[in-house]
């Protein structure tokens, strides 16, 4: 086939999905000429599993892209019908937005941010081959021929590199809902030296709506008094849907039991790594034996459908198993299929062969970010396309790199995990593989992160004079709270909310510290008028928990000394005496760009840590 030049371009980004998106906004937007290549247009920011943004510690990714000059939270609040903070039981550090969105909307909103984005071409059409010279990026070819030539490219796939869905016995070449797989693009990617490998997950079906009996369901109604997804703006969007509780049942389970034979995760049908934390219906009912029951929500996928989505029983079962499965569920009884679930499966690369730029290893100026990157869900792909695509053009601009500490955001903690540990099976953010999540809240992440990127044109004029307003209110919010409460209303005060504790000295900080909330202090004592009350909470957060996060603070600059210890690019482990062989060979293959990444790979013990110590010690005075 003759080729042609389709155009000069300095980054080129492969995907349009959540990861493509960010990458493409986060280059255009500084200036840099870009263009995103798509498989289909209409799969733009496509929402193929759950049309939901946030949820325990995805909304404090979905916070910090925002945070850092991303799109996500803008086009949830622009898009959602109904939002909630989950764990509101529990302690501020995990607490997370969740919204549900429309789904048509959610494409649609970011379709047209995209079309009217300066310095962004959009094109339609499949990523052929990467073109590399002298070890760059030189360009990437369509399978039309057309050559784009450029300096950087970020592949950012998705799920669509070889895909396959599986339904029953049917295996069809497919990616999500339908739209062609990428077929042409792996075989480049293992001759450019990626370890490729195969992952799998899945999607439930879609009911219709008018079928569904919701009145034997739990109603799920949405919140008022919670913020919005994006800093912009200074409340939560309108609830204009309502979401429902409904559980499987013995009989559920003995439709699946009776046909496990025909399930294609148990009949070898299907053997690549799956998600562990959103099992399919027949992995939780077999997995779960005891359990008599397992819950599932329906939530809408848009204003415009009365498409349902069964949040819980994402299945591979054929469709007349699938039929029955459903119909045994309350409500669900005279349900009607609209989408039947399927499991997919696709091509990604083993996370160790990227740095924590992610760009990868061997090639020069190529990126990657998503799931091909072996993450699920649509906000880890999104935190590492924003990523990609700023250190993409940092690269070109000769600016250093943006890598977030573990200590910094919940998207340094997600980087981290990926190129210092890889993954097996699709990696999903959780709080709890953050070791600093209370200085890691949602609440705070413009504070933690605008300003490494303040200076960029990532924000206009008007967003950047939006965060340093919040940040003066912050600031003086907290200065408030320090100062001594008046003496003669202290005594009142400590009566009327049974707060114990002197009623001498004590300053606002210190009555917080003793169980007192603002809500009750702020009209009291008739501090903080005016004063938003998003800031309010936060600042009377930081100042709970203070005790705790000074002594967090000193663990992360104790951990820091160990960052700040560079590895030599060219060293030799195998030459180190004093390493265990399992260490040399995890550390060989992940190249660890400082001592305190060397800590955290698998393999690799304290012991090991002290042996390379000494080796730097040793090395550097010779």
Request: aromatic share 8%.
């Amino acid at each position: 086939m003759k080729k042609f030049i389709e155009g000069q371009f300095d980054i080129v980004i492969i995907g349009a999905g959540h990861a493509g998106c960010e990458a493409a906004l986060a280059s255009a937007r500084m200036g840099l000429k870009t263009a995103i290549l798509t498989l289909n247009l209409d799969s733009i920011a496509f929402m193929a599993c759950n049309p939901s943004v946030g949820g325990t510690a995805k909304g404090h990714l979905v916070r910090e892209i925002d945070a850092l000059g991303g799109e996500m939270a803008k086009n949830a609040d622009k898009t959602a019908l109904q939002i909630r903070m989950l764990n509101e039981g529990k302690g501020e550090a995990v607490q997370s937005l969740r919204c549900q969105s429309d789904k048509n909307a959610y494409h649609r909103e970011m379709k047209k941010t995209l079309e009217n984005t300066q310095n962004l071409k959009i094109l339609q059409g499949e990523c052929k081959k990467i073109l590399v010279k002298s070890g760059k990026v030189c360009g990437v070819e369509t399978t039309y021929g057309g050559v784009l030539e450029c300096s950087a490219a970020i592949i950012a796939t998705g799920v669509y590199l070889n895909a396959e869905t599986i339904t029953g016995e049917v295996r069809q070449k497919s990616g999500p809902s339908g739209f062609a797989p990428a077929n042409a693009l792996t075989s480049n990617l293992i001759k450019l030296g990626f370890n490729v490998r195969r992952f799998k997950t899945g999607t439930p079906a879609r009911l219709d709506g008018r079928y569904i009996n919701f009145e034997k369901c739990v109603k799920q109604s949405g919140e008022e008094n919670v913020p919005a997804f994006s800093f912009l703006n200074d409340c939560a969007p309108e609830n204009v849907s309502e979401c429902y509780i409904t559980y499987t049942n013995e009989n559920t389970h003995g439709v699946i039991l009776n046909n496990l034979d025909r399930a294609p995760l148990y009949n070898g049908s299907i053997t690549s790594s799956g998600p562990r934390y959103c099992p399919s219906i027949e992995t939780k009912v077999v997995r779960f034996s005891d359990k008599k029951r397992h819950q599932l929500f329906l939530e809408p996928e848009g204003a415009d459908t009365n498409e349902v989505y069964v949040q819980g029983m994402s299945t591979s079962m054929p469709h007349e198993i699938q039929k029955q499965m459903y119909r045994s569920v309350e409500g669900l009884e005279n349900c009607e299929i609209m989408r039947y679930a399927y499991a997919i499966e696709y091509d990604c690369i083993d996370t160790l062969d990227i740095l924590p730029t992610l760009e990868f290893k061997k090639v020069q100026n190529l990126y990657t970010a998503g799931q091909i990157n072996g993450t699920s869900g649509y906000e880890e792909a999104a935190a590492q396309g924003l990523i990609a695509g700023i250190n993409a053009a940092f690269k070109l601009m000769k600016k250093p790199p943006l890598i977030l500490g573990r200590d910094e955001a919940y998207i340094g903690v997600l980087i981290d995990d990926l190129v210092t540990k890889g993954t097996e099976e699709p990696y999903r953010m959780m709080t709890s593989r953050a070791e600093y999540s209370l200085v890691l809240r949602h609440d705070t992440a413009d504070f933690r992160l605008t300003p490494k990127i303040f200076d960029t044109s990532l924000f206009d004029e008007a967003r950047k004079a939006s965060y340093l307003k919040r940040k003066e209110a912050y600031e003086s919010a907290l200065e408030e709270l320090n100062k001594k409460a008046p003496h003669e209303k202290l005594k009142e005060f400590n009566e009327k909310f049974a707060i114990s504790g002197g009623n001498q000295g004590a300053s606002y900080a210190d009555l917080i510290r003793r169980g007192a909330k603002c809500a009750d202090l702020c009209p009291f004592f008739g501090i903080l008028q005016g004063v938003p009350q998003s800031i309010i909470k936060t600042a009377e957060t930081t100042v709970k928990y203070e005790g705790y996060i000074l002594k967090m603070r000193a663990a992360i600059e104790r951990a820091k000394k160990l960052e700040k210890k560079v590895l030599p690019e060219d060293i030799n482990y195998s030459e180190i005496s004093g390493l265990r062989l399992e260490a040399r060979e995890k550390l060989e293959r992940v190249r660890p760009v400082t001592l305190g990444q060397a800590g955290r790979i698998y393999g690799v013990n304290p012991a090991d840590i002290t042996v390379l110590m000494v080796w730097l010690a040793t090395n550097n005075k010779k």
